[in-house]
């Protein structure tokens, strides 16, 4: 004889392992995947990132009010300039998108980052 209790708990283990990864694997807030990419469709690197993750195109911190600068926008680790020039960039080349704050984007690249950078990862 079964216990309802145990049923119960495994009925909802159960649940919520079939429909968590998904969600989960699909949204990464510092991350765009390939499979975001082409969900949204072909557009220019701005456009997708104004569409799926608006927040990364804007100014952070209490600093950035006063402090001159932009996000800085690598494409494969080569610097490409700021938010602007990610018009410039058609999101069928790329793999993924990254978000890294201030903190990591000047251990990497050095100062001058105040707002974050965005890391543009072409396939192959």
Request: glycine residues 10%; neutral net charge; contains cysteine.
């Amino acid at each position: 004889m079964r216990h309802p209790t145990a049923l119960a708990i495994a009925t909802l283990v159960f649940t919520a392992c079939a429909s968590g990864p998904q969600e989960g694997a699909r949204m990464n807030a510092d991350r765009i995947s390939r499979v975001e990419i082409e969900e949204a469709g072909p557009s220019s690197a701005y456009d997708l990132i104004q569409k799926v993750r608006p927040i990364w195109l804007r100014k952070r911190g209490q600093t950035s009010f006063t402090q001159e600068g932009d996000v800085s926008v690598y494409l494969d680790g080569v610097r490409l300039g700021e938010r602007e020039s990610l018009r410039d960039v058609s999101t069928v080349s790329l793999e993924s998108l990254e978000y890294i704050d201030a903190g990591r984007a000047t251990n990497r690249f050095g100062a001058g980052h105040v707002n974050g950078a965005i890391l543009l990862r072409t396939r192959g």
